[in-house]
């Protein structure tokens, strides 16, 4: 009735398809697509993890990413507000449950997500005043992160521009900012690509990351590309069912959620073949040994390669810009969707919520950076805090959180009023592949990757 009405009317909209495919894509594409995917990439098997990630998204992601945006248009409600109401009858207080889940995971995230922005933003500092040579050294990604008030500092930074967007809302803030962003963000990839697979020694590289090979096939393989594949499409992470509660009823979701993952693979894969190659071309037959560095890839390795290459300056500048840029544009998704969780189950204004997301990024990210300086004693779980929050985020609440969106889309929604929503404008061509993975395959895998992420973590 009116009251409905009244409250669309209120409801911040994305202006049309681009507004939400650049928001979303914006989103997607972060940390997650430049840090972790070639680190990971690089060792679970180069090609082989490459060709399952690609056929996870055509498959899993893309049955997530339908499923997310049509239940957050057909209720114009963040995932606490959907839940609540599509849960309605037996088994609500799970359903209430799944919701919560989706709505607090990126309250988690956000915080050390801009700690480690907060770090992007140094390392561009460090370019642009000069410094190709000190990055470069050994010790100084640790000296900089255990150094407590300059890592506090970066991060503070990184969490007031986080912040300032927010403040200026969906169309002025989020929508103009990946507008510019986003496209800028595909050129610096495409040029810092190019630059990389043609140094010296680079094909290597290039054909490690391109070409499968079976012989370094895992079970470890499937389990991280499946992690990844969530973790890189925002999904279960409440960010979707967000964005599509702004989605208006013309755009179509099949095409539009079709769009953000042709993007966020294809700068998955650029940020691969800008990270692998260059290491290879860098390090030659260690190449392999210093691919498994993990999370200081980004950090200790590539700031090597661009000190041995000619414009190192110039190519650290570039690439670090990519990097923050890419960041930004996730870390104001998760900052908005937390914001958007507040006004709608609280009844807060925008300028309040925004406020309380300001300072939970603040005490819960102080937390992770100085978990690597004054804090560094404090473990939990064994964990330094922002391996913590990442574990728990990622690999505790994020399954159950899909797996709540799987239960909610099979017993209370139904397929059917899925394909319902996805038809009102647009074609639904992967349908028979949409019921069956979320029916089946996906409740299923989502179950072995919560035990086998926990058992790793452990074990
Ligand atoms: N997808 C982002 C990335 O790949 O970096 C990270 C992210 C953003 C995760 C937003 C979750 C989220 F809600």
């Known amino acids: 009735g ?27 594409v972060g940390l997650g697509n430049i840090w972790r995917f070639p680190y990971l990439a690089a060792k679970y098997g180069g090609g082989i993890f490459l060709l399952i990630y690609l056929i996870l998204v055509a498959t899993f992601g893309y049955a997530m990413i339908v499923s997310e945006s049509a239940i957050g248009r057909m209720t114009q409600k963040s995932p606490v507000g959907a839940f609540n109401i599509l849960g ?64 506090e500092f970066w991060f503070i930074l990184f969490t007031l521009v986080t912040i300032g967007i927010i403040f200026a809302g969906v169309e002025n803030g989020i929508e103009r900012v990946s507008r510019i962003m986003m496209p800028l963000l595909v050129l610096l990839a495409v040029i810092v690509s190019i630059y990389s697979v043609t140094r010296p020694g680079a094909m290597e590289g290039v054909k490690y990351f391109l070409i499968p090979d079976f012989a370094h096939f895992s079970w470890m393989t499937i389990v991280t590309a499946m992690g990844q594949m969530f973790y890189s499409l925002s999904i279960a992470m409440g960010i979707l069912i967000t964005f599509g509660s702004y989605m208006k009823k013309e755009v179509s979701i099949e095409g539009s959620t079709s769009n953000v993952e042709i993007f966020d693979t294809a700068i998955a894969i650029l940020a691969g073949l ?9 390090s030659g037959a260690d190449a392999a040994a210093n691919l498994k560095a993990g999370p200081s ?90 391996d913590f929050f990442d574990f728990l985020s990622n690999s505790v ?12 889309v099979v017993y209370k929604v139904g397929v059917d009023r899925i394909a319902e929503e996805v038809t009102v404008s647009g074609k639904f061509r992967r349908r028979k592949l949409y019921n069956f993975v979320i029916r089946y395959a996906a409740p299923l895998f989502i179950i072995i990757i919560l035990i086998s992420s926990i058992l790793n973590a452990f074990g």
């Open 274 to 282: 800008m990270i692998i190659p260059a290491v290879f071309a860098f």
């Open 297 to 386: 890839l980004m950090f200790i390795m590539i700031p090597k390669v661009f000190d041995s290459m000619g414009l190192g300056q110039f190519g650290g500048i570039v690439f670090f810009l990519l990097v923050l840029l890419a960041a930004i544009t996730s870390s104001i998704a998760l900052a908005e969707s937390a914001a958007s969780t507040f006004q709608d189950e609280l009844g807060w204004g925008r300028r309040k919520a925004t406020i309380v997301v300001a300072v939970i990024m603040l005490a819960l990210g102080s937390l992770s950076s100085l978990g690597f300086g004054v804090l560094g004693n404090i473990k939990i779980i064994g964990m330094d805090f922002l």
């Open 88 to 151: 309605k009858g037996k088994g609500h207080g799970f359903f209430c449950f799944g919701g919560w889940l989706n709505a607090i995971i990126p309250i988690i995230i956000v915080p050390y997500y801009s700690v480690i922005g907060g770090w992007v933003f140094k390392y561009l500092w460090e370019y642009l005043t000069g410094g190709v040579h000190r990055v470069a050294d050994d010790s100084f990604f640790s000296d900089f992160i255990s150094n407590s008030a300059s890592a």
């Open 397 to 408: 609440m994020m399954p159950i959180a899909a797996f709540a969106i799987c239960i909610l």
């Open 2 to 28: 009116k009251e409905v009405m009244n409250m669309n009317n209120q409801r911040s909209n994305f202006s049309g398809k681009l507004g939400f495919v650049l928001a979303a894509a914006g989103s997607a």
